[in-house]
């Protein structure tokens, strides 16, 4: 059975973020993950992993100033210190609070650039970054986003993020795998899982359309989540949509579809 984590970003939004790590394990959650642990106080959040009993997984690498609109700053040449400044801080957080996947949003495309110098600044900055999380002990994550949502971003498809990886050649440098978004760009999100399997290193999950938790779109999770669980995948499988109408209501997915959450140590 996939072992599931709440992505705190998306779910529990109903009460402040501090609070959402006690929900989460009410739910029966084990395992969260969220976007960005920067503006936080770090001790804050180790308390309450550590209160509550909950593993965090994954956080991202700082994305610049996401208010104003980046997306990460990977992408842009000009902003190559400020990037490896964020792998640093990136690195202190993970330390910090004990996770061992860190995921990229390399950002938006700069205006002027070439596809051409748009992917070496890529290659220099994925190689950097999965040279320096590796000796940290910390897996590097490529997160494609789909055009539609983010115009403008620089890797759309999980394609794109492969031809990266294999060209960039480092073994620390691993696919997000977010179905949601695979989805949107109409890849086959079956032929990824069974073709480039040893190079996913994190797996999100969301319906498509609308984003919204299995079930209420047209991805079929009663097919998907056997199929990860049936090659042997050692990870985490995070919940990373839009409740509707409420997260506990959302969760009702999850019997619905033969499931229920499990404590790590219940598979033991």
Known sequence: MPHFAANLTFLFTEIPFMDRF?????????????????????????????EVGLRLV?????????????RGTAANPERKQEFRE???????????????????????KKDGLSDRETREVLIE????????LGEAGIRLMVEPINHLDVPGFALNSCS????????????????????????????????????HFGRI?????????????????????????????RMGYPGFVSLEYIPSPDTLSSLQWLPAHGYRLIQRSEER
């Open 201 to 229: 290193g994190h797996i999100q999950i969301a319906d498509c359309p609308g984003r919204h938790q299995p079930g209420t779109g047209e991805t079929d999770f009663k097919f998907l989540l056997p199929e990860i669980d």
């Open 22 to 50: 006690f929900a989460a394990k009410q739910a029966g959650f084990d395992a969260v993950e969220f976007m960005f642990p920067y503006d936080y106080n770090m001790n804050d959040i180790k308390a309450h992993l550590r």
């Open 58 to 70: 994954l956080c991202n690498l700082p994305a610049g100033n996401w208010a104003a609109g980046d």
């Open 160 to 195: 794109q993020v492969l031809g990266l990886i294999e060209e960039i050649g480092h073994p620390n440098a691993y696919l997000q795998f977010d179905v949601y978004h695979a989805r949107r760009e109409n890849e086959d999100v079956a032929a990824i899982l069974r073709n």
């Open 125 to 132: 900055n994925i190689r950097y970054a999965a040279g320096a």
């Open 86 to 108: 964020g792998i640093a801080k990136g690195i202190e957080a993970a330390q910090a609070l004990g996770f061992e996947r860190m995921n990229c949003l390399v950002g938006l």
